[in-house]
Structures are given as C-alpha cells and as structure tokens.
C-alpha cells in the first residue's frame, strides 16, 4: 500500500522552529540566560521547593510577596562581598535583627524585594564584566559617572540599584560617560 500523504517542504527556518517547539519545557527552565534563574542561582536557591516554579522575571513578584528566606540573603552576601552591617543598610534594619533571624526564617517583603533586587543587579553585573570577582572590583571603585561615589553606596534605594543596571548597560554597549 503506497503512503498518500503529502509532506510538507519546510524551509530551514520553519524545522528549526519545529525542533525547537518539540523540546522539552524544562530544557528553557535551567537556562543560564534566563536573568530569573540567574537571580535565583545568585541567592543560592536553584532547585529549592519554593523556587522551582519560577520562570521568568513576572514569577519572582510572588517569592517578593512571600518572603525569600534569610539562607538566601545570607548566601546574597557572601557572593557579593556584603557584611551584616552593610547588609543591615541596605535593607533598613539592624544588624542585631538579621543576626536573629533563623536560617529558614522569612524576611520581609521590603527586605526581599531589595534581595531580589541585589541579586538581579549581581547576576547582570557577573554576565556583563564575565566574573563576579571582576564586578565585585568594580563596584568596590570610586567612579566620575557617579560622583565619585563607589557603586556599592548605592544600593540601599531601588532607585539607585536601577542606575547602577543603567550604568552597566552602557558599560556593555561600549559607553562611558
């Protein structure tokens, strides 16, 4: 018996779709080009229960909501060379509270949007200068486009982190003021 159905000629850029569309979902879940499961990975969270549906970036509103736990900050600080006191400014509370906190213990929605926040800021700064050390170095550095003020001075306002991701940016297309 003689096989009647037409196959369709697809054009190269049609199988690749094709391919592409038949792969598994969670090929693009462990994504390191995915700026959520990075900032998930810079607070040390890849594969926690709590964490493992997020997707994109509009998924980490919920974990802001409901409070990240304190062992993500805590990791937050040792990849970005962070003290408690230092940690305590930019969240606005003291270095006595952070201490009391339990390792599994909830901050707060403020306090977890600002994690959030640093480790969005870290993660791109790691992609854009190729190390974290590199970026470390950088935000360690007293810099003309911010006043002479080192970047780390800005990170207890979101407003500021914002401008510390603009600056990056231009660092990465060539651009410096």
Not at 56 to 67: A, F, P, T, V
Not at 70 to 85: E, F, G, Y
Not at 129 to 142: A, L, V
Not at 148 to 170: C, H, Q, V, W, Y
Request: cysteine-free; hydrophobic content about 35%; aromatic content about 6%.
């Amino acid at each position: 018996m003689a096989n009647t159905r037409k196959h369709k000629n697809y054009t190269p850029a049609e199988k690749e779709e094709q391919q592409q569309l038949n792969e598994p979902a969670v090929a693009y879940a462990i994504n390191n080009n995915n700026p959520a499961t990075r900032t998930i990975g810079m607070m040390g969270m890849t594969g926690k229960k709590d964490f493992e549906s997020i997707k994109n970036e509009n998924d980490l509103i919920n974990i802001i909501r409901s409070g990240i736990p304190k062992q993500a900050m805590t990791h937050l600080m040792d990849v970005a060379d962070l003290s408690l006191l230092e940690m305590a400014a930019i969240t606005h509370t003291s270095d006595r509270t952070l201490r009391r906190y339990k390792p599994q213990q909830k901050l707060s929605q403020e306090q977890s949007e600002r994690m959030i926040e640093l480790a969005r800021l870290y993660s791109r700064g790691e992609e854009v200068f190729g190390s974290i050390s590199s970026f470390r170095q950088w935000m360690d550095t007293s810099l003309l486009p911010l006043g002479n003020n080192k970047p780390k001075a800005f990170l207890d306002t979101s407003l500021g982190i914002n401008m510390l991701l603009d600056e990056i940016g231009r660092i990465e297309h060539g651009i410096f003021a």
